[in-house]
């Protein structure tokens, strides 16, 4: 047990899991935790209890903590963290010094983000290789989001080094987006009654029974209230009497600027800088006693952005005997109450050090001291600061000048005056000179009314900081220059362009606030066109009509293209065409796409634009498929860009061999770049078509990847689309169960409802696997269903993929003329538009059909439904006692099927070659299939001549985990070293 940090009371589950965790890291296995709680309620000292144990087993504690007055600042977390290690710097690859150094303002550059991940993931294990290490993260809700995006790609990834990463934030709803991180979490509750008791008898050993009793219950368990509220009635004895004046403040203290409050809509909330106690400041005050850890929780309660009427409420702090409990007011503003109590005491110097204070919990003592003694004209020095201290509101930290919990400073800040608030920013940014960004954030919550100055200043702090991959900073900026501005076109301007930037970051909770806090009628074609984009990304399923919107998304195109924008005409174009494939493909839907397809004519560059030909793609594959197939083969673009809008053409069209060519393209420069969204919608989107080519462990390597990177950045729907294709193998391999539960999971998901592309995917795993379990009447029904136009699985386009199962349900069933009949009209199609996919399914009905046996040419490159009917054509075979060729073709079918891992077919294989009188041995799985879907792209990787680093360049690790894995994977295939991993892949 940690024995060796302060005593938390109640604490004993929570300190043992940490125990253990240090432990692990200490042996080299890492881990991450997230501790979740409201204010006060001890995770900063589970933070301190954690410090101590490190210390104990080794671990190098390396320390940062969100602070309002940074949370704008692009990487000030990190800045803060790598601190002490900045010097090793120069020890990584080129690429990651220079992300870095660029992230902390050592150098000039736009890194992306996860860049700057990677780059803090192989600097943290290069210490931990020295020295196991320690994050310590407190207040993570104020964390700028750079640094919070950057911190979370390394928790995610430091499971097989010596690193440990705890972070402590307040709680949020589970369907927040701060739970979108995926890493393990602990819920910090109050106190027992035992444990409440024993604590404030430790702080109040003298309290009259009944005060005792009612401090108790209105503590209510949490311990900085245990704490703290006793301390008021020591200041104040008479703050437990009845007294419905004893805490009226002046009203017009509270008066509000709708603008004093602009640049900072969290005024109200905590600031979470109170890490570290010092009992010693206390010790001489008997009514400031010692911090305990317990009361130092570091987590904002209050997130309202206008003021609360606390402070003027008639009731008292804490309610003597006799007063109802019922009308109490929530803890924390009880607390904060009695905070401004306690602060209220203080001289004019004091206060005036508490305001500058909690205006900038950042700054160092001598700029708080200069602008202290700004704002109340007075020298304010160290002796004020001790005032403070002597209250137990601040302590001092080494060379740090911190409030001893944030409800203390929220306390300080909102009850202060509007003047003087602004006055304690012009005077910080005075101070502030040599820190040109943080002195313009005070500038901006400075002023009231519009600045066109300041305005334009934040505009181009807004720009710096997207380059350096710091998108959120700079919607903050945008958002404040857009406030302070008198112009309504710029300010629509600038509102527009934050909504740009937070809807390509995937933050739609920010968007739909910047939307709704701004004034965006009277646009233009252009703005309009610009605000429809952004609509699309954030209120996608918002709209219920997809038919009805692909309209809307047309006439806004053709408006923009009239207004001199092809380009983002294109770009609505490429949405509306998004939507006819995988929402509005019904018969109906016929004209509107044609519309779409007419425009691109017009709109495109020149006819061969690799956007241009997916539109069609998407829109109109019946009617111009051949056409636009031809033009894949011709196409000449190479980059990035163009790969992926070349690949998702020909995926769509049915071209999978093609799609995966291209598509590898554009991942492989998605890797290079670390754009780690692109890369989870290229791999959860593409690996569909390998399914069928068969190449499954490729697939459900990637996949598995795309999936996990889909949760990391918010690409929701590439999860679900992920987990679908994950399902299909899953299920095609034998794992009916597990299927059963991935797909109930895709099915139950609001992300699937109305996607016509997810839906029949649904429905063709679930005829598989009735069939797999003999129901050949629920399999066909299931795959029937696609054929009809009022089933939400019907899509025009893809149900012709799905013929081959329908076929194999339909022979099962005895139902092959109801299958013709829905299915006769693929011949037609097939030969007109020329896609491989229809080519294969329409050979495929052909052969069933018995009018050829030629498993050839379009079947080439398509193993899996060349052995189904392998699988068919001996069966037939062995049935007319033709037992040789029979067995011949059954025996081919067996050992592509036991290549695949595709064990229900395998033993339907098994079983006719049983029926012909030949004894097959069991599958012997491959070696393959004892490693992990990331073990085997690690294995693949290697085994190609990679080094550890450039694997862990491309599958974002670090090289060390690498190293670890291959170390695990190499008594699994039976191997001593490096050189044996071709061969051992390619056997069975």
Sequence with gaps: MLTAGPLLFGRADEIALLERMAEAAAAGRGGALVIRGEPGIGKTALLGALEHAAARYGLRALRAAGTESESRLPYAAIHQLIHPIVARIGELPAAHRDALRTAVGLAEGDPDVYAVGRALLGLITEVAADQPVVLLLDDLHWLDRASLDVLGFVARRVSSEPVLAVGATRTVARDDPQRRSGLPDTELGRLGGADAAALLDSRAPRLPPPLRQRLLAEAAGNPLALVELPKTLATN????????????????????????????????????????????????????????????????????????????????????????????????????????????????????????????????????????????????????????????????????????????????????????????????????TAAPDRRLWHLAAATIGTDEALAANLADYAERARARGATMSAVAALRRAGELTDDPRTAGSLLLRAAELASEAGARHEVEQLLAGGDLTGLGPVERARLTNVLEVVRYTGFRDPLQRVRELTGIAVAAHEAGRPELSMQLLWRAASRSFFQATGPETAAARARVAALVDVAAPHPDDPQALAILAYTVPEERGAEVLDRLRRASETGPDAM?????????????????????????????????????????????????????????????????????????????????????????????????????????????????????????????????????????????????????????????????????????????????????????????????????????????????????????????????????????????????????????????????????????????????????????????????????????????????????????????????????????????????????????
């Excluded at 073709?889 to 098994?910: E, I, K, Q």
Aim: proline share 6%; aromatic share 4%; glycine share 8%.
């Design 237 to 432: 004895p008479s703050a437990h009497a009845t007294n419905p004046s004893a805490h009226a403040t002046n009203p017009s203290a509270h008066a509000t600027n709708p603008s004093a409050h602009a640049t900072n809509p969290s005024a109200h909330d905590t600031n979470p800088n109170a890490l570290a106690t010092d009992p010693s400041a206390h010790a001489a005050n008997p009514g400031t006693p010692a911090a305990n850890p317990n009361a130092h929780a570091a987590s904002p309660s209050v997130l309202d952005p206008g003021p609360r009427t606390v402070a003027t409420d008639p009731r008292p702090v804490i309610e003597g005997p006799g007063t109802p409990a019922d009308g109490a007011l929530p803890l924390n503003h009880r607390l904060e109450a009695a905070f401004a109590a306690r602060a209220a005491g203080l001289g004019r110097r004091a206060t005036a050090l508490l305001l500058v204070l909690a205006a900038d919990t950042t700054a160092d003592p001598r700029r708080l001291l200069a602008a202290a003694s700004e704002t109340c004209g007075e020298e304010t020095g160290l002796r004020d600061a001790q005032e403070a201290i002597d209250a137990g509101l601040i302590e001092m930290t080494g060379s740090a000048m911190r409030f001893r919990h944030p409800l203390m400073r929220s306390a300080v800040y909102q009850r202060a005056p509007v003047a003087d608030r602004l006055d304690a920013h012009r005077a910080l940014a005075a101070q502030l």
């Design 644 to 988: 992926r809008f070349l690949g998702s053409a020909a995926l769509v069209l049915g071209d999978f061999a093609r799609s995966c060519e291209w598509t590898d393209v554009a991942v492989a420069e998605a890797r290079a770049q670390g754009r780690l969204g692109v890369l989870a919608r290229l791999l959860g989107g593409s690996n569909w078509g390998r399914l069928w080519l068969g190449q499954w462990d490729l697939a459900h390597a990637e996949l598995t990847e795309a999936h996990a990177l889909a949760q990391e950045t918010g690409e929701a729907f590439y999860a679900v689309a992920a987990q679908t294709s994950i399902a299909t193998i899953t299920a095609m391999r034998g794992g009916l169960d597990r299927a059963d539960a991935l797909l109930d999971e895709v099915a139950a998901s609001p992300l699937a409802a109305g996607m016509r592309y997810i839906q029949v995917a649904l429905a063709q795993a679930r005829g598989l696997m009735h069939l797999f379990r003999g129901d050949a009447q629920a399999a066909y029904a299931t795959l029937a269903r696609t054929f009809d136009p009022a089933h939400p699985s019907y899509h025009r386009y893809m149900r012709w993929w799905l013929v081959p199962d329908l076929l194999d349900a339909a022979l099962a069933a005895g139902r092959l003329d109801d299958a013709r009949a829905l299915t006769d009209g693929l011949p037609v199609l097939a030969d007109r538009i020329g896609a491989p996919i229809l080519l294969v399914a329409a050979r495929y009905a052909e052969v069933l059909a018995g009018t050829t046996t030629d498993l050839g040419g379009e079947l080439d490159g398509w193993p899996v439904h060349r052995a189904r009917l392998q699988l068919h054509l001996g069966r037939g075979l062995r049935r007319r006692h033709r037992t040789q060729q029979a067995r011949d073709l059954l025996r081919a079918a067996r050992d592509t099927f036991d290549a695949l891992g595709a064990g229900p077919w395998s033993d339907a294989a098994r079983a006719e070659l049983r029926a012909t009188g030949e004894q097959s041995r069991g599958r012997v799985s491959s070696a393959r299939e004892r490693l992990s879907p990331q073990e085997l792209q690690i294995a693949a990787l290697a085994a190609a001549g990679l080094t550890n680093r450039e694997i862990a360049e491309r599958l974002f690790l670090s090289h060390r985990t690498v190293g670890s894995h291959l170390y695990r994977i190499y008594p699994k295939l039976g191997i001593t070293r490096r050189a044996q991993l071709a061969a051992a892949l390619e056997n069975p």
